[in-house]
T-cell receptor, first 113, second 113 residues
């Protein structure tokens, strides 16, 4: 069974610092990996999707890398802002599961002004 | 605007009553999904549907039922058999099963007392 881990569960950084969030997964047989943002009481907003054949994806201040062989992905957020405060969720698309996603529990981020 | 709508945002029910959560999408997506989110846990898949009139159980289907009579609609019924129904329910859709990005609705918070 695919296990997805995000450590630490919560972190605080001062405004302007770069954020580095890590995601690890146990089974390298994945279709893709998706990073989401969730604000309190809200749904999930897709940030980046990395296909299994890709090494990274970038969107604005966000960059996500994927190392399938080692079962890791990293989300970088450059020059963090208070508006980046949210929970960030990592999800892997299961190769055997009809686009089913296995989710980590998330990194709760607070950016301190 | 294209997107996924879920209604209502908050729902309160007495124990022993069935309740149906609505999910509608106008993205012309073939696949739709229902997830449950509990504090401190990752999202867990309840049911998913790849095409109209077809659906499959996810990891925690007991006590839930779904239908997929129209492409744009995927309602979830929480039955009285669900032992712990209080949770945040999220609906998602994707273009097709496989390597496609999943998009999420705003969620419905169900409280059963």
């Amino acid at each position: 069974k695919q296990e997805v881990t995000q450590i630490p569960a919560a972190l605080s950084v001062p405004e302007g610092e770069n954020l580095v969030l890590n995601c690890s997964f146990t089974d390298s047989a994945i279709y893709n990996l998706q990073w989401f943002r969730q604000d309190p009481g809200k749904g999930l907003t897709s940030l980046l999707l990395i296909q299994s054949s890709q090494r990274e994806q970038t969107s604005g201040r966000l960059n996500a890398s994927l190392d399938k062989s080692s079962g890791r992905s990293t989300l970088y957020i450059a020059a963090s802002q208070p508006g980046d405060s949210a929970t960030y969720l990592c999800a892997v698309g299961l190769a055997y599961g009809n686009n089913r996603l296995a989710f980590g529990k998330g990194n709760q981020v607070v950016v301190i002004p | 605007d294209g997107g996924i709508t879920q209604s209502p945002k908050y729902l309160f029910r007495k124990e022993g009553q069935n309740v149906t959560l609505s999910c509608e999408q106008n993205l012309n997506h073939d696949a739709m999904y229902w997830y449950r989110q509990d504090p401190g846990q990752g999202l867990r898949l309840i049911y998913y549907s790849q095409i109209v009139n077809d659906f499959q159980k996810g990891d925690i289907a007991e006590g839930y039922s779904v239908s997929r009579e129209k492409k744009e609609s995927f309602p979830l019924t929480v039955t009285s058999a669900q032992k712990n129904p209080t949770a945040f329910y999220l609906c998602a859709s994707s273009m097709a099963p496989g390597t496609y990005e999943q998009y999420f609705g705003p969620g419905t918070r169900l409280t059963v007392t």
